[in-house]
């Protein structure tokens, strides 16, 4: 791998001259394995920290792997085990298909972009990467657990060296996959979008974790590994598990069937390798539109669209004045901020998760649906700390109570804007996938009443125990303020739960006493209850807020 020099190339002075012999040019697989090799390295050198999370990480990987490939093994006869070992395939080849894209800074070598000024071809430059990018923990646990499963179906002799080609398949596929994934979508990760996208990782890893319980539950059922067949005999034709079933096939004497999944496994392979080289041809030969200046507009036609469309769509449904604004103002930080849409988005979806989860569990009601209100009003806290060292901004409008009880009410309104259509769908979706309609006026009720209260106090919280949420950083509280964090959020929720005590005791009481008839009046009662202590809560903390000015502006620009 050579550059060409420009000081060689011919004039019109030296056309006769004689072509100077041409340069050897190498394989760049040597060379971007020791590349990999490099960047592992000095990552190490960077830190002590760095250097201790890395090795702990490594152990406890090779740990779980080796764990993971003694239970495969201790399968092996098992008449299921060729069941779990396809599924468990298709789960590996999606895991490596969607980490790229909320774990894009994990590896340094997954940005293509950084190849763009070097003068090398995709062909040669795909198969370098494809090979440096087995050396790592992902591939390592990887490549275990494929271990694992092929002796947990291999019998035979040709069964063991088809276990061989389904093995490399396999870990190619898997690793070509990422690959493709993280090339064609370089400029989204690299963009604020896709650092947004990164941010819902905690989100995607709580929900895979919530379906990774529900499957080991129902996998020591009664059933056992029987439950996975239907699944499996779905996947055993999507590849790379079309790889690891074909071994299956071969143990079993099926061999055209097996020849069938091979020929598909490598035909997937070369789609996606294909694919891979497409996505960083474009790359490497299409500037970026985030560097092309775009047309100015004309003046005439600035001037209409900022006079007509000053407080865009959402100007529609918002009061007039400070509230309105600052119902605005809280709406654009939840679409625009990271961090606040990572919140708001992890909210809503563990909100209409938490039912689902529960009622697949075996142990579901539509109670579950105040999660929804719940998560929400949990948006409530900390909402000064949300501006960060911006919070100085919105303290130099604040010059009295009344100041502080529109600044806290507009909060407090695009919250409940949200959340009144939010939680009725919730409740009313939970209803009908536990086919317990009757049950919504009750479920309504409690939720809104849950929301009011988790208002009022996010608001005395907010005002009382505000804290700095750093904004070039992964943590959600600053180094010191742990503390304050918590006794906020704890002290809180336990404050909203007592205060909804009164429609919760009305709740049992009318169960107890046999008057089901009369659970419909707990809908009104909780809609009013809610905005009372709501409204209750807000002009509690507006003296306080308003009080408070310089420490709460203190602790919000901390860190």
Known sequence: MTLADPLDAKGPLDSAAPAPPAAPTGSPLPVFVR??????????????????????????????????????????????????????????????????????????????????????????????????SLIGIGPLFTLTLVVGSLIAIAHGAAAAGAAVLAGVLTVLTCVALARAVATANTRLLSSRKGRDLALLSGLFVAIGAQFVNVGVQKLSGQGGLAVLRPAADILRWVPPATAIDAVQGVSEGAYGLAAAQFALSAVALGLLMWWWSRSLAHLMTTPDSSTIQPEKPRRGAEGAGSSAGARGPLGRLVPAGRSGTVMLRTLRYAVRDPKSK???????????????????????????????????????????????????????????PRDAYLE????????????????????????????????????????FGLLGALLATGALASALRPYSIPQDSAKNVAPGQASLAWMGLVGGMIAGAVLCAPLLGLTIWLHTSGAHSMLWVLLPLGVVYGAAIAEAGLRLAAPRAAGRLPEILAAVSKG
């Open 408 to 447: 806290l009410r507009g909060r407090a309104f695009a919250i409940a804007l949200v959340g009144l259509p939010y939680v009725l769908v919730a409740v009313v979706g939970s209803a009908l996938f536990m086919h317990d309609l009757p049950a919504v006026p009750e479920a309504l009720g409690l939720a």
């Open 342 to 400: 990572a919140s708001w988005v992890s909210s809503l979806g563990v909100g209409l998760l938490m039912p689902v989860i529960t009622s697949v569990q075996g142990n579901g009601n539509v109670y579950w649906a105040c999660w929804a209100a719940g998560m929400l009003g949990m948006q409530m806290y900390n909402q000064f700390g949300q501006d960060s060292s911006a919070f100085w901004m919105v303290a130099q409008t604040i010059s009295s």
């Open 35 to 132: 590349l990999k090799l490099s960047l592992m390295r000095n990552a190490l050198r960077q830190s002590a920290g760095r250097r201790a999370a890395y090795i702990t990480s490594l152990v406890i990987t090779v740990l779980f792997a080796l764990l993971q490939l003694l239970g495969l093994v201790l399968l092996r006869g098992h008449d299921g085990a060729d069941a779990l070992v396809t599924v468990l395939a298709a789960v590996l080849a999606l895991g490596w298909a969607v980490m790229p894209l909320f774990f894009p800074s994990g590896d340094e070598t997954l940005d293509p972009t950084r190849l763009v000024m070097l003068p090398l071809r995709p062909r040669p430059l795909i198969g370098a990467l494809l090979v440096s």
